[in-house]
């Protein structure tokens, strides 16, 4: 089992990663120092599959164990209501500050009990299970938690960091090979803003991955986990600008998924159309070099990712909604621009004619060929 450190002083804690590594989690918990009751909230399907196994392993560490397993299968179960749900649950088995949460499930299941956790009784200790590639690379690791409003996602949350996070790669076996694409996506991106061999890694593995080869997945998550570790560590709240290198892709890309019919677009497909658009400008502004560009691209078609914007997203709406990113400060639009693959920058002052042309230019990609020329 491979153990990596968030070192955040007194909110520090470990992410262990391997296969097959579930029945360790109750010895786990107790060596570092909960007892009481434990609440495993997850949804039905999960359950199915994991919840025996959780329970389990707590049990026979003496745990008094109880479950909520009524979380929808989508990101509705980001609501009021669940939330609530979640409460009352734990009010009725008489939950108190003594005992704790454990979020089985992917990044909507941490989200929600992570910010159930992180306000019942004004907060109680939680353990992350994630059991999607995305939450084990990504959303299981920093402590952001969160549910959504009619109006919005991700509008309400809280900074509450796990106790624990406890990733089995094993897990990843019935995950459907969709939500390992649109994964990838992220991974692809920790190569981007931090690791040049570790993208190197990608560009010859990425096809074993999307075949949900354990052993490389292991290295991939655990390779992932110590990059964002490293980032969270340097940057827990958002303040330092450390951080903001997590959003490499995202302003672009949050801004397709706005703009795409009805938010059809997977966040996946919007980070990897987000990262070819912030390749593409970084070139246009001379920072990043047209071959490092097309090696970012030909990973990305390698993953079965796209590269070209369909004509359905409005450039006029793309627009609009890049300028009510929450990243615009003072009126000025900031991106995260890679330099080379392995680095990025925030660059700010870019005029919305050159953002406006990317977009353009994304939408005429012609995937067969090469880009750099167009
Ligand atoms: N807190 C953070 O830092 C952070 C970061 C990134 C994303 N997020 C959030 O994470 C969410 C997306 O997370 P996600 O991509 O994990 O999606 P998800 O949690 O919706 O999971 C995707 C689907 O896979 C199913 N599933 C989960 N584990 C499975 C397994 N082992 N086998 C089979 N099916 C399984 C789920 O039931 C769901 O239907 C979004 O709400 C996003 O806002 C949070
Ligand atoms: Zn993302």
């Known amino acids: 089992m491979k153990r990596i450190r968030v070192a955040l002083k007194e909110r520090s804690y470990d992410v262990c990663i391997g296969k097959n590594i579930l029945p360790l989690l109750g010895k786990e918990i107790r060596r570092i120092g909960l007892s009481g009751k434990a609440l495993i909230v997850t949804s039905p399907k999960i359950a199915g599959w994991y919840l025996g196994r959780v329970s389990k392993a707590l049990r026979s560490e003496g745990f008094e164990v109880f479950s909520f397993s009524k979380l929808p299968s989508d990101e509705f179960a ?25 979020a089985l499930g992917g990044g909507v299941v941490g989200d929600v009990a992570g910010f159930a956790a992180s306000t019942f009784m004004r907060g109680i ?31 309400i949350g809280t900074f509450h ?33 931090w690791d040049e061999n570790f993208f190197r890694l990608l560009e010859k593995n990425i096809l074993r991955m999307k075949r949900k080869d354990l052993k490389i997945l292991l290295s991939a998550v655990s390779r992932c986990a110590e990059i964002k570790a490293r980032v969270v560590g340097g940057d827990e709240r958002e303040t330092k600008g450390l951080r903001a290198v997590l959003n ?23 980070v990897a159309l987000g990262m070819m658009a912030a390749g593409r400008l ?17 990973l990305i078609q390698k993953a079965a990712l796209p590269v070209r914007l369909p004509r359905s997203v409005k450039l006029s709406r793309v627009l609009e909604s890049i300028r009510y990113d929450k990243k615009k400060i003072k009126g000025v639009l900031r991106f995260v621009l890679p330099v080379k693959i392995g680095k990025v920058k ?23 060929s090469c880009a750099c020329h167009g």
């Open 78 to 102: 980001k609501s009021q209501k669940n939330l609530f749900g979640i409460y009352r649950h734990l009010l009725k088995n008489g939950f108190d500050r003594s005992s704790f949460l454990i």
């Open 125 to 155: 200790p939680w353990i992350g299970v994630p059991t999607t590639l995305l939450a084990q690379v990504d959303s299981s690791i920093g402590g952001k938690t969160a549910i959504d409003l009619p109006d919005g996602k991700n509008l």
């Open 161 to 193: 960091q796990p106790r624990l996070v406890f990733s089995d790669v094993e897990t990843l076996k019935t995950l459907p090979d969709r939500e390992i694409k649109h994964a990838l996506a992220e991974i692809i991106k920790y190569g981007m803003i």
């Open 248 to 270: 490499y892709g995202h302003t672009f890309g949050h801004a397709f998924e706005a703009a795409s019919r009805g938010w059809s677009m997977p966040h996946g497909e919007a």
């Open 282 to 298: 970084a070139c246009e502004l001379g920072v990043f070099p047209w071959r490092d560009y097309e090696r970012q691209r030909t």
């Open 346 to 368: 925030v660059v700010s002052a870019i005029s919305a004619e050159k953002v406006r042309k990317t977009i353009e230019q994304l939408q005429e990609i012609n995937a067969g």
